[in-house]
């Protein structure tokens, strides 16, 4: 279970053996049932997880109540509401998984004794932080500049396999269009292979 753990932290930082024991320590496994909601939006995120198997969608309700999925988390993806968690404010996102799924979570507190016990760890922490941010501008880049047919293509690159998981819905809202729009949108790209 936390050998897949080990190997994501291993592309960012090196850690001995015992220095891992003391960082996987402060993860405990979860395990959800598919439609289970593990953080709802007006709730306090007070954890940060790493998915070990399944799928989590990550969205929040715009003002006409519209579903809109900020990403989806598969294996070796992690998941929180940053802002909740860093900034202890109620989160406007929902976190919800689309199959059964296990989870190694740690908390904030157990986070924060990591760093100090641990320096690297808050090294693997900022530059995972880092490449979140890249992945968001990439995502707000792709919504304001691209058409639909190239953010779906980018979906598929980005999720390989994973559509065939979801609804219909749910990759709509991913891409931020309607269900119908992406009716056409697949219709179109089934017609140019």
Not at 87 to 99: G, H, R, T, Y
């Amino acid at each position: 279970m936390f050998d897949q753990l080990y190997k994501n932290i291993n592309k960012y930082i090196e850690l001995s053996e015992d220095e891992f024991g003391e960082l996987s320590s402060r993860f405990q496994y979860k395990s959800f049932k598919k439609k289970d909601v593990i953080l709802k939006e007006g709730d306090y995120c007070l954890f940060e997880g790493f998915v070990l198997n399944g799928c989590f969608k990550v969205y929040y309700l715009n003002e006409t109540g519209f579903e809109q999925t900020l990403y989806f988390a598969v294996e070796g993806w992690w998941i929180t509401d940053i802002d909740s968690l860093i900034n202890d404010v109620p989160s406007i996102l929902n976190i919800e998984a689309l199959q059964d799924s296990g989870v190694l979570m740690i908390s904030k507190k157990d986070k924060e004794y990591l760093y100090e016990t641990l320096p690297q760890v808050e090294k693997l922490f900022r530059i995972m932080n880092q490449q979140s941010s890249v992945a968001l501008q990439r995502r707000i880049l792709s919504l304001t500049g691209k058409t639909a047919d190239k953010r779906y293509l980018e979906f598929l690159e980005k999720y390989p396999g994973l559509e065939q998981k979801l609804t219909q819905q749910q990759v709509a809202s991913y891409l931020g269009i309607t269900h119908e729009f992406l009716s056409k949108i697949r219709k179109k790209t089934s017609l140019g292979k």
